[in-house]
């Protein structure tokens, strides 16, 4: 495919092209492609190969001279030259895509060996233990900019925000973390950051880069938040901080979550000093919690203005709090629902004793003995619809009788 280009030539476009976009070649390849291929299944033929970890395509050119795309991509894993095959053969292609690297792995040696190799100042015992001492401790100190992170997402700052793309809100919190708690250097941090970003969002950061090449991780972020964040200022996110209100069916701890976020905002932009934090939270919940009285009341947050617990004291209690209400409630659905079932099972109960009782009243009309009384049946009652006493099986009831004598009716028992 690439017959017309050397490979140390593309060895070396390799390493431009990672020098430009900020990329460790130590991580990085380059591949070959026709260009009828997405990006999504370059990253998910180069996943096959399970050395290479993670792959992300950075970017693509157009050869002029040759029929093929030159894709950059990014690893998770360092790209070991004993590991990765010069050549890929994808499902459903014809043709083999080249593999290009620019990072070569040292030769392997063991640090122990060149140790002992070199003589000690002294040939004491104690020296020999000091030097594998100082050997062990830098062996077990990982390299900050080549240490395994977690990736920022990506952010362009295209509105609406695109599938698979983060809000700038999530974007900005991600990135705020690494800057602040990362032990990599600034310009791996840089370098994080610009690797997450694209379109818009990257421009405004190449831009400040290009005014100052050095310019810190933080001042980068400072320019996304400016160019595509909120105009608003401290005062007015303070004054829309105050206007928060409790949800229907909103838990507490939900919304003092939501207070939390917008209190922050208004911290960053200099509408509320830090120390004023805490006494600011408690207020606003007790102004905007207006689902949650009786919470509020168990908490005691109106005497403890004074002197108002963090952010995460105060979650922990309301959190402490619902459970306690959750389970009462758990419980008294079940004590109702027992309740409920020994109403029923008792009227289950009076209807079949219901039902055997009728059983037993129809029994004692089949093939039962049924005989006048001993005194007889009195005269003019015998016609064609005549009312009798008679005694059925030891009873006695009134029976309504045809003219043949038999019995249509039975009627109460007397």
């Given at each position: 495919m690439e017959a017309k280009c050397s490979?140390?030539?593309?060895?070396?476009?390799?390493?431009?092209?990672?020098?430009?976009?900020?990329?460790d070649d130590a991580h990085s390849l380059m591949v070959l492609i026709p260009?009828?291929?997405?990006?999504?299944?370059?990253?998910?033929?180069?996943?096959?190969?399970?050395?290479?970890?993670?792959?992300?395509?950075?970017?693509?050119?157009?050869?002029?001279?040759?029929?093929?795309?030159?894709?950059l991509c990014e690893c998770k894993e360092t790209v070991d030259p004993t590991k990765v095959p010069p050549?890929?053969?994808?499902?459903?292609?014809?043709?083999?895509?080249?593999?290009?690297?620019?990072?070569?792995?040292?030769?392997?040696?063991?640090?122990?060996?060149?140790?002992?190799?070199?003589?000690?100042?002294?040939?004491?015992?104690?020296s020999i233990i000091r030097a594998v001492g100082d050997l062990l401790t830098k062996m077990g100190t990982p390299s900050g900019d080549n240490s395994s992170y977690r990736r920022l997402r990506v952010f362009s700052g295209t509105l609406p925000t695109p599938v698979g793309e983060e809000s700038l809100e999530h974007w900005l919190e991600h990135a705020r973390l690494m800057v602040e708690e990362s032990e990599c250097s600034p310009k791996e941090k840089r370098r994080r950051i610009m690797e997450s970003l694209k379109g818009p969002a990257l421009a405004v950061v190449k831009a400040v880069r290009t005014a100052d090449p050095e310019v810190s991780p933080a001042r980068c972020l400072e320019a996304i938040e400016s160019a595509f964040g909120s105009a608003e200022?401290?005062?007015?996110?303070?004054?829309?901080?105050?206007?928060?209100?409790?949800?229907?069916?909103?838990?507490?701890?939900?919304f003092l979550r939501r207070v939390?976020?917008?209190?922050?905002?208004?911290?960053?932009?200099?509408?509320?000093?830090?120390?004023?934090?805490?006494?600011?939270?408690?207020?606003?919940?007790?102004?905007?919690?207006?689902?949650?009285?009786?919470?509020?009341?168990?908490?005691?947050?109106?005497?403890?203005?004074?002197?108002?617990?963090?952010?995460?004291?105060?979650?922990?209690?309301?959190?402490?709090?619902?459970?306690?209400?959750?389970?009462?409630?758990?419980?008294?659905?079940?004590?109702q629902r027992v309740h409920t079932n020994s109403a029923t099972d008792n009227r289950q109960d009076n209807v079949e004793r219901l039902r055997t009782e009728i059983q037993e009243l129809k029994s004692m009309f089949t093939k039962s003995e049924v005989t006048t009384l001993e005194r007889g049946i009195p005269p003019g009652l015998i016609g064609p619809c005549s009312i009798i006493p008679v005694k059925i099986n030891g009873q006695h009831c009134d029976a309504l009788l045809d003219s043949g004598s038999q019995i249509t009716i039975i009627f109460k028992p007397w």
């Amino acid at each position: 495919m690439e017959a017309k280009c050397s490979t140390a030539e593309l060895v070396q476009e390799l390493k431009d092209w990672c020098r430009r976009e900020e990329l460790d070649d130590a991580h990085s390849l380059m591949v070959l492609i026709p260009e009828d291929v997405a990006n999504a299944q370059i990253e998910e033929a180069l996943g096959t190969i399970k050395a290479l970890g993670r792959v992300r395509v950075r970017g693509r050119t157009v050869s002029l001279k040759l029929d093929s795309h030159r894709v950059l991509c990014e690893c998770k894993e360092t790209v070991d030259p004993t590991k990765v095959p010069p050549e890929l053969l994808p499902e459903d292609k014809m043709k083999k895509w080249m593999i290009v690297i620019a990072y070569e792995s040292p030769t392997p040696s063991s640090p122990l060996k060149s140790l002992l190799e070199e003589p000690p100042e002294s040939g004491s015992a104690e020296s020999i233990i000091r030097a594998v001492g100082d050997l062990l401790t830098k062996m077990g100190t990982p390299s900050g900019d080549n240490s395994s992170y977690r990736r920022l997402r990506v952010f362009s700052g295209t509105l609406p925000t695109p599938v698979g793309e983060e809000s700038l809100e999530h974007w900005l919190e991600h990135a705020r973390l690494m800057v602040e708690e990362s032990e990599c250097s600034p310009k791996e941090k840089r370098r994080r950051i610009m690797e997450s970003l694209k379109g818009p969002a990257l421009a405004v950061v190449k831009a400040v880069r290009t005014a100052d090449p050095e310019v810190s991780p933080a001042r980068c972020l400072e320019a996304i938040e400016s160019a595509f964040g909120s105009a608003e200022t401290g005062e007015d996110l303070y004054f829309a901080f105050r206007l928060l209100q409790q949800q229907p069916k909103e838990k507490l701890s939900d919304f003092l979550r939501r207070v939390e976020l917008s209190l922050t905002k208004v911290v960053r932009r200099g509408g509320l000093p830090t120390s004023r934090a805490d006494r600011a939270r408690v207020e606003q919940l007790l102004r905007g919690a207006i689902h949650s009285d009786m919470m509020l009341v168990q908490l005691k947050l109106r005497e403890r203005k004074e002197n108002p617990p963090s952010f995460l004291e105060l979650l922990s209690e309301i959190r402490s709090e619902e459970e306690y209400e959750s389970s009462r409630t758990k419980l008294n659905t079940s004590v109702q629902r027992v309740h409920t079932n020994s109403a029923t099972d008792n009227r289950q109960d009076n209807v079949e004793r219901l039902r055997t009782e009728i059983q037993e009243l129809k029994s004692m009309f089949t093939k039962s003995e049924v005989t006048t009384l001993e005194r007889g049946i009195p005269p003019g009652l015998i016609g064609p619809c005549s009312i009798i006493p008679v005694k059925i099986n030891g009873q006695h009831c009134d029976a309504l009788l045809d003219s043949g004598s038999q019995i249509t009716i039975i009627f109460k028992p007397w």
